[in-house]
Structures are given as structure tokens and as C-alpha cells.
């Protein structure tokens, strides 16, 4: 697709229970970013990809929260025993070149996160 | 450490006339970026403008325009001609070469008016 793609818009879930996100980033962006944003709030940086090289997890606020990124391209967010705190929108965005050149990040619509 | 500042909440602006948006930042590095996404109600970020800290003339990207003001550490976004359509949330960010990591400001929620 033309822009990063991000499955699914909506997830209600009861606490407690697992759930995974998901992030399709543009073809050939080497750079994937994770990013929450809570209700009325700036984005939070979760988590950072780049090419093959091991990821920044520096953001992840708990050892609740996991991603990977597969061959270089798809990403899933996990979130284990979802908290209600965890309830959130959660963003993905990718660029092209990542690795500390200041490049435009393009993001995906996001996936609502809904913890009851 | 890098902060990214914007101090109003809410702004209402008339159709057809310009606003400014106010963004002030905090960093101690030379080589920096700024940038200024748009968040409509459908929750998507929007890419509008940026302005690498080497940079000596305002960005500028049709009715968009980056007031810097680099002693002030300020990066205002400027909109011409406001429209109907540009009701939504702005968000002003940074990032420093060398890293990758965007901060973000809370955001100006702009409300135009017809």
C-alpha cells in the first residue's frame, strides 16, 4: 500500500487478557517506530526498529509490553495481561532512513485500545 | 534534556484568517529537527512542515510557515487562510541528529470558525 497500514483500528479487550497489534510499514522504509498516546496527551515513544539491528526498547513501560519485527517489515506490538491503564491509542510510523538522520516519520491511523 | 513546550490547549480561529501556533523548545544540541504534525478526529498524523536547526530561512509549505526564532528556541506554526478543514490537533515535535526519537509537545487543539 501507499502509506503505513495499522490492524486493528479497534480492539476492546478484558483485563487480563493478551492482544497483539499490528503495524505495516511503507515498502522499503528501513525505520519503525511504536508510539502510545493516551487521551488528550502527546505520543509516547514505545519502541524503535532499524534494519536488522537490535531494537530501542527503551520506551516500553513495563515487561508487559513486546514487539518484533519480522524480515525487516511487519511489526506486532503484544501486550501481555492488559492492564486498564493500558488503554490507549497506539501508533506506528515509519521512515525511510532512521538511524539518527532527521527524516519524516509517516504514520499509520493508529489502533484504539480499549481495556474493560 | 529535550522538552517540547506548547502552552495553549485551544485556539479558535476565524475562516480565511491566519492563526499562530505557539511551539517553544528545549534542547542542548546543535544539529536538531522540528517538526509539526496534524491529527484530525480521525487520528491520523499528518506531516506538515519541518525546519532543520541549520537552517536559515523560515520552512515554508503552501499556507504553512515555521516562525523560527532560534535564540528564543521558539517554532511557531503559522497558518494563512485558515479552512474549515484545518480544524484538528497540532502537535509541534523534535529530534536530534544522532537519534531518532521524537518528542512530542501536548498539542494545540485549533478550532476554525465559519
Known sequence: GAGVSQSPSNKVTEKGKDVELRCDPISGHTALYWYRQSLGQGLEFLIYFQGNSAPDKSGLPSDRFSAERTGGSVSTLTIQRTQQEDSAVYLCASSLLGGGAVDEQFFGPGTRLTVL | ?114
Open chain 2, 1 to 114: 534534556a529535550q522538552k517540547i513546550t506548547q502552552t495553549q490547549p485551544g485556539m479558535f480561529v476565524q475562516e480565511k484568517e491566519a492563526v499562530t501556533l505557539d511551539c517553544t523548545y528545549d534542547t542542548s544540541d546543535q544539529s536538531y529537527g522540528l517538526f509539526w504534525y496534524k491529527q484530525p478526529s480521525s487520528g491520523e498524523m499528518i506531516f506538515l512542515i519541518y525546519q532543520g536547526s541549520y537552517d536559515e530561512q523560515n520552512a515554508t509549505e503552501g499556507r504553512y510557515s515555521l516562525n523560527f526564532q532560534k535564540a528564543r528556541k521558539s517554532a511557531n506554526l503559522v497558518i494563512s487562510a485558515s479552512q474549515l478543514g484545518d480544524s484538528a490537533m497540532y502537535f509541534c515535535a523534535m529530534t536530534a541528529s544522532g537519534t531518532y526519537k521524537y518528542i512530542f509537545g501536548t498539542g494545540t487543539r485549533l478550532k476554525v470558525l465559519a
